[in-house]
């Protein structure tokens, strides 16, 4: 099956800096790459997804960018605030199959 | 129009225990699927509904896991003899149809096992 692995697991930033995670996944097989935001206590929020047809998809100050070939995709959040505090899930699926969820990462914005 | 709703909010059983959770999701959502989420980590796959019938059930851990959604709608998920390491939050996530890919998520029930 998938294997999704995150990194890094923290990441503090200071306030109007840019933020990268990156994460790796395992079955060649997988297309949709869709990253959430969770807050403490809350659902899980879908910000931005990308499909394997497309190497690079931008929405405001987020942007996500996909390696198929090296199998990695990585979020990347410009000028940061500090309502972008969370934790950040990357995920990964084939056609109509469950998501694989990496571990999360806890973004940190210092004010 | 309204999100994915699950009730209870949270449930306190006890070890060896019967539990029901509920999942109610998007009008028209033909996909369903349930995940567990443990403390620091992310949401791991269960079970997937395509209509009435489980697509994909790879995920539970064992056979005291079992759900269902008769209707093609509401879905239950119910766990019996619960045992301490079952609490966690559980997240039901609905998706409109094949041919769309987001899963939107409900507010999870969280369950402890005393």
């Known amino acids: 099956g998938e294997n999704v692995e995150q990194h890094p697991s923290t990441l503090s930033v200071q306030e109007g800096d840019s933020a990268v995670i990156k994460c790796t996944y395992s079955?060649?097989?997988?297309?949709?790459f869709p990253w959430y935001k969770q807050e403490l206590g809350k659902r899980p929020q879908l910000i931005i997804d990308?499909?394997?047809?497309?190497g690079e998809k931008k929405d405001q100050r987020i942007a996500v960018t996909l390696n198929k070939t090296a199998k990695h995709f990585s979020l990347h959040i410009t000028e940061t605030q500090p309502e972008d505090s969370a934790v950040y899930f990357c995920?990964?699926?084939?056609?109509?199959?469950?998501?694989?969820f990496g571990s999360g990462t806890r973004l940190q914005v210092q004010p | 129009g309204a999100g994915v709703s699950q009730t209870p909010s949270n449930k306190v059983t006890e070890k060896g225990k019967y539990v029901e959770l509920r999942c109610d999701p998007i009008?028209?959502?033909?996909?369903l699927y349930w995940y567990r989420q443990s403390l620091g980590q992310g949401p791991e796959f269960l079970i997937y509904?395509?209509?009435?019938?489980?697509?994909?059930d790879s995920g539970l851990p064992n056979d005291r896991f079992f759900a269902v959604r008769p209707e093609g709608s509401v879905s239950t998920l119910k766990i019996q003899r619960t045992e301490r390491g079952d609490s966690a939050v559980y997240l039901c996530?609905?998706?409109?149809?094949?041919?769309?890919?987001?899963?939107?998520f409900g507010p999870g029930t969280r369950l402890t096992v005393l």
């Open positions: 996530a609905s998706r409109r149809s094949p041919g769309h890919n987001e899963q939107f």
């Open positions: 990308i499909r394997s047809n497309v």
């Open positions: 009008s028209g959502h033909t996909a």
């Open positions: 995920a990964a699926s084939s056609e109509r199959r469950a998501l694989t």
């Open positions: 509904f395509q209509g009435t019938g489980a697509a994909d």
């Open positions: 079955d060649s097989a997988s297309n949709y």
